[in-house]
Every structure is written in C-alpha cells, then in structure tokens.
T-cell receptor, first 112, second 111 residues
Framework: DTEVTQTPKHLVMGMTNKKSLKCEQHMGHRAMYWYKQKAKKPPELMFVYSYEKLSINESVPSRFSPECPNSSLLNLHLHALQPEDSALYLCASLDRATGEQYFGPGTRLTVT | RKEVEQDPGPFNVPEGATVAFNCTYS??????FFWYRQDCRKEPKLLMS?????NEDGRFTAQLNRASQYISLLIRDSKLSDSATYLCVVNIMDSNYQLIWGAGTKLIIKP
C-alpha cells in the first residue's frame, strides 16, 4: 500500500473559522510533510515531522498549527486564515531508504 | 541562485516527437534525485528516480551528471497524455529529510 490519504478533499472556510486538515499513511514512513501549493507554482514546504517531532517549520504563520499524534497521522489545524491562504494543501510521507516522497491527493482550501 | 533550477517552458511539442528537460542543482551533497509529474489540479506523482548510471522506464530515460550537477529527462515518442508539469526534486538525505523542488517544466503535447 503506497497510499497517502487526505481529508477533506475540498474545504471552504471563513476567516473566523477553525478547521483541521487530516493526513494518514500506513507505509511505516517516519517523515511526513505539509506543503502549500498555489496555481502554476511548485509545492512550497511548510512543515516536516520526523519520528513524530517537528523538525522543520518554514517560518509558517501561527494561524497554521501542525500536529503529529502518531506515526501514521498528521494534522494541520487552521484558525483565522486569510484569503491569500487559499491553495492546495498537500501532505506527503518519505521512504527514507529510497528518498522517494509519496503525496496525498491534497485538500483544496478556499478562504472567504 | 536557486538550489534547483528548471526551464519553466512551456515546451510545445508535436505528438510522437522526442523531448528533453534538464535540471541543475547547486548542492554538491545532494544524494538522490527524482522526476515527478503533476497534472493540473492534482498532486505530484513520482515518475522515476534517477540513478547514477542512468535509467530507463519505457519511453522515459533519466540521466545524472554529478560532475556538472544536472539531471535530465528524455521522453521518446511523446503522447498527448504526457502533457503535464515535470518537477525535478533533489534530496540531500540529511537529518531534516528536506527535499528541494524545482519550479517545474510545463510540457504540452500537440496532436
């Protein structure tokens, strides 16, 4: 099973809402990632978790709060977002042996 | 200078033609290399890893030149379904597990 799942697929939220994005993988990968992708741009790294600990935070605003409850799950908690935060949010996990990254289908977020 | 550089294109190529992309990287400690393909409004998908000796998967051939710090992707007998953005990714395999992404090259195959 080389699948990374993400929920929800689509999310529309107001600037005062609180919502969470979820990601799950059962490949035993111990590095997991959140990326943000805008149209016609490459994925932009937000956070990296290694062995359930945050190892990289790419100066992401605190309105984005990641959480890694266990080795299979990764959450991204959203609060007081801005319209410019509208984007495709991608979760990925890494096979450390090969360096290959596997992506979920993404959550398309619209902030109104 | 960007860590991983690609020509953004678009490359407009007739169906059946051969097309090649290059990608240069700046970190000589880079250890593993990949080509990903991304269709519009979809997630990136691993197309192929790039090995030091070069490797081929059907119509796709990837090459690595460590001395000049570039990787290449060759697509032969291009199909309409090859239209996508091709992203070059470099992994320095450090303890942060950070991968460095190129900006992508857009390929359009025309009938």
């Amino acid at each position: 099973d080389t699948e990374v799942t993400q929920t929800p697929k689509h999310l529309v939220m107001g600037m005062t809402n609180k919502k969470s994005l979820k990601c799950e993988q059962h490949m035993g990968h111990r590095a997991m990632y959140w990326y943000k992708q805008k149209a016609k741009k490459p994925p932009e790294l937000m956070f990296v978790y290694s062995y359930e600990k945050l190892s990289i935070n790419e100066s992401v605003p605190s309105r984005f709060s990641p959480e890694c409850p266990n080795s299979s799950l990764l959450n991204l908690h959203l609060h007081a977002l801005q319209p410019e935060d509208s984007a495709l949010y991608l979760c990925a996990s890494l096979d450390r042996a090969t360096g290959e990254q596997y992506f979920g289908p993404g959550t398309r977020l619209t902030v109104t | 200078r960007k860590e991983v550089e690609q020509d953004p294109g678009p490359f407009n190529v007739p169906e059946g033609a051969t097309v090649a992309f290059n990608c240069t990287y700046s970190n000589s400690a880079s250890q593993s290399f990949f080509w990903y393909r991304q269709d519009c409004r979809k997630e990136p998908k691993l197309l192929m890893s790039v090995y030091s000796s070069g490797n081929e998967d059907g119509r796709f051939t990837a090459q690595l030149n460590r001395a000049s710090q570039y990787i290449s992707l060759l697509i032969r007998d291009s199909k309409l379904s090859d239209s996508a953005t091709y992203l070059c990714v470099v992994n320095i395999m450090d303890s942060n597990y950070q991968l460095i992404w190129g900006a992508g090259t857009k390929l359009i195959i025309k009938p």
